[in-house]
């Protein structure tokens, strides 16, 4: 499947076509091998002391909220809760604000990135992603599909994640400036064929069209990591498309023995990483645990997720912000 097949329209399913299968294991299981050996070799990575229970925590105040679909004043409201929380913890918080139609109205839609930078004076940079809308309705809902979607693991996990990781990064050496960003108008459909993506489209076009005095060697974006049960994959595109950030950080898990992160290849997403791979060509990997029995449903609440699966992810995430793989090529 081509990059650009693979952000077409998917009438028959959702927007995260799952395919199952092992196709790149027998090779990929080779080169996490050796990238675990070489990250050991070099490295010296002190452990964010995360803390699970407060990370929790900001899960639930976020779902609190209720409904944050773009444009709602629950959106306003997160937008200015989480603005606030990386300026106090000493971050430079800027917002990427822009219209879109609303797919029911046509009416615009005032949409904003967040853009949360540590070390903002760093010319080279990673970025840390995920979406911090909510779908407007839990249309998988089989008794409810017009009921109330709070999103605790789609949608607040990932913004909850960036809020316990920012009480830490001051005291962490990333081998590069870090990004978290958060992206608005991930999901605002009503049906399986609306338009995904808005906010990291956006930001993907602006990084190429204005490119800032920075770049980005890689990106990762995660959504859906606070499941109970987590296990994360790894997702067909991300192997193809930025092979050198998802086989670093499966190689980082494995170094850390989170065995949450399976290194095989089990399904096909399309996620905010595209826009980032196919239009602003950061290579960029989805840490995804798309095994959730709860999605798109009233179900999707902060009791089917665990502050423990948030700091797995965390563990992983700054081991690799330590331990950053050269860049294969130039832009
Ligand atoms: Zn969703």
Redesign the pocket.
């Known amino acids: 499947m081509s990059a650009a097949d693979s952000t077409g329209p998917a009438p028959a399913a959702?927007?995260?076509s799952l395919v199952r299968g092992a196709l790149f294991a027998g090779g990929l299981s080779v080169s996490l091998i050796v990238g675990a050996n070489s990250l050991r070799s070099e490295t010296k990575s002190p452990e964010m002391p995360f803390d699970a229970e407060r990370a929790y925590g900001y899960l639930v105040k976020i779902c609190r909220i209720g409904s944050r679909m773009s444009g709602s004043t629950g959106m306003s409201e997160q937008l200015k809760l989480v603005s606030e929380h990386f300026q106090k913890l000493g971050a430079e918080v800027k917002f990427q604000s822009f219209d879109a139609p609303h797919p029911l109205t046509g009416d615009p839609v005032r949409m904003h990135n967040i853009l949360v930078a540590w070390q903002p004076q760093a010319k080279e940079r990673v970025l840390i992603a995920c979406?911090y809308d909510?779908?407007p309705f839990p249309d998988m809902d089989r008794t409810n599909p017009r009921g109330p979607f709070v999103?605790a693991n789609?949608?607040a996990s990932g913004v909850a994640l960036f809020m316990e990781m920012g009480n830490h990064m001051a005291k962490i050496k990333p081998t590069l400036g870090v990004d978290f960003i958060l992206f608005d108008g991930?999901?605002l459909v009503y049906d399986r064929t609306g338009k995904y993506f808005l906010g990291s489209e956006h930001f993907a076009k602006q990084y190429r069209d204005h490119p800032p005095a920075h770049t980005y060697r890689y990106g990762i974006v995660v959504?859906?990591i606070g499941d109970k049960n987590l296990r994360i994959a790894q997702e067909k595109n991300s192997v193809k498309l930025a092979p050198e950030p998802t086989k670093s950080l499966w190689a980082a898990a494995k170094a850390l023995d989170v065995k949450e992160f399976v290194p095989k290849v089990e399904y096909e997403v399309q996620d905010d990483h595209l826009p980032l791979n196919d239009v602003a060509k950061i290579p960029t990997c989805d840490v995804i645990d798309f095994d959730y029995p709860y999605?798109?449903t009233t179900q999707d609440v902060p009791q089917n997720c665990d502050g423990k699966s948030l700091a797995k992810v965390a563990r992983v995430l700054t081991y690799w912000i330590q331990n950053v793989p050269e860049s294969k090529r130039r832009r």
């Open positions: 959702p927007r995260r979406h909510t779908r999103g789609d949608g991930e999901e959504d859906m999605w798109h």
